[in-house]
């Protein structure tokens, strides 16, 4: 809005938008007298609260899950399978291979069976300007049980940080669509 409303049209001929990452966007100036930019403006997205490998109990992970991810792919049979619980029965392990894992979960109103935990799973953490689309990542999906708080849930990264890349392109592209008219430089 800054760019386009025309408020410092003068000052901001020649600008550059840089994105410097998934969550600061710049505009500076062209390279003043003294080999230095002004900046403009500055913004940044707001973090998620989500912790990625960390455990949450059951209820907790429900509410993050929900209010930290848009809602497509695997998020809703994750919900499903956590949701579907008896935490009385717990957490059952049948394998530490990272891959293979199996929970006890209500099936219907009485009927209660293992069921296979989805893994890996894709999700779009809310993690960049929510002006843009959240890039897909892949995540490691465990449960445990722990002692006497019952069931834990985690999330872990898997996608070697390959989202923060196309976070960026998704934010320049933004850019682009925008300010096409306005002959200013996005760099990424």
Same mark, same amino acid.
């Given at each position: 809005e800054y760019l386009t409303s025309g408020y410092d049209k003068e000052s901001i001929v020649g600008a550059l938008v840089h994105v410097v990452s998934p969550t600061e966007v710049v505009v500076v100036s062209p390279i003043l007298?003294?080999? *230095?930019?002004?900046?403009?403006?500055? @913004?940044?997205?707001?973090?998620?609260?989500?912790?990625?490998? *960390?455990?949450?109990?059951?209820?907790?992970f429900i509410i993050s899950l929900q209010s930290n991810f848009t809602p497509r792919y695997d998020r809703d049979r994750i919900l499903k399978v956590v949701g579907n619980l008896r935490t009385e029965e717990g957490v059952k392990q049948y394998s530490d291979d990272g891959i293979t894992q199996a929970v006890t979960a209500k099936t219907g109103v009485a009927m209660v069976d293992e069921v296979a935990v989805p893994n890996p799973v894709t999700l779009a953490p809310y993690r960049t300007f929510i002006e843009v689309e959240q890039p897909d990542s892949v995540f490691v999906f465990r449960m445990k049980q722990d002692g006497g708080r019952?069931? *834990?849930? @985690? !999330?872990?990264?898997?996608?070697? &940080? &390959?989202?923060? !890349?196309?976070?960026?392109?998704?934010?320049?592209?933004?850019?682009?669509?925008? !300010?096409?008219?306005? &002959?200013?430089?996005?760099?990424?």
């Open positions: 007298d003294d080999a *230095q930019r002004e900046k403009y403006i500055e @913004a940044e997205a707001f973090d998620s609260t989500f912790r990625f490998g *960390q455990w949450y109990d059951v209820e907790n019952g069931p *834990q849930c @985690a !999330l872990f990264e898997a996608d070697g &940080g &390959g989202w923060k !890349l196309e976070a960026m392109a998704n934010i320049k592209e933004f850019f682009e669509d925008r !300010l096409a008219e306005a &002959g200013i430089t996005i760099i990424s």
